[in-house]
């Protein structure tokens, strides 16, 4: 396989999860809120600092994601105990909703891949597919 065609199966697959994860969210959330949902079911109520921290991206991003998951009415937010300035993400009941949704749409996949492969070609692609992962997170 050619470097060209490595690239372009790579975003082959990136495209088609996209849109298999948008079918499965009429709501149009994008990648980037997504992120922000699942880091507060992950790690908890977080700031917007925090979100920040942990995802890698701008505060100004965070808070334009925020305000399209209020709008929704996936996250809420409330004052810091600590620092009565600073606002307190958490996940709304119908954001942790959605979620579920997604995950259900993650196990769909899932189980279509499951099918489609062989037991060695299953361990093949969780093997290669951890390289792959480790190789585009190793300088974050």
Not at 44 to 73: C, E, F, Y
Not at 82 to 94: F, G, H, I, M, S
Not at 100 to 116: D, I, L, M, W, Y
């Amino acid at each position: 396989m050619s470097f060209k065609e490595l690239e372009n199966t790579l975003s082959l697959l990136q495209c088609t999860l996209v849109a298999q994860r948008t079918i499965s969210s009429p709501e149009k959330v994008t990648w980037a809120q997504y992120d922000v949902m699942e880091m507060l079911r992950l790690q908890g109520d977080l700031t917007p600092s925090d979100l920040s921290q942990k995802l890698g991206i701008s505060r100004q991003n965070v808070s334009k994601s925020l305000r399209a998951l209020k709008k929704h009415q996936f996250v809420s937010q409330y004052q810091s105990e600590t620092d009565k300035r600073e606002l307190v993400t958490q996940l709304t009941p119908e954001g942790e909703e959605f979620l579920s949704r997604a995950a259900t749409g993650r196990t769909r996949n899932a189980e279509k891949v499951f099918a489609s492969l062989d037991d060695d070609e299953q361990r093949q692609f969780r093997i290669l597919s951890r390289k792959v992962i480790d190789a585009l997170t190793r300088d974050q």
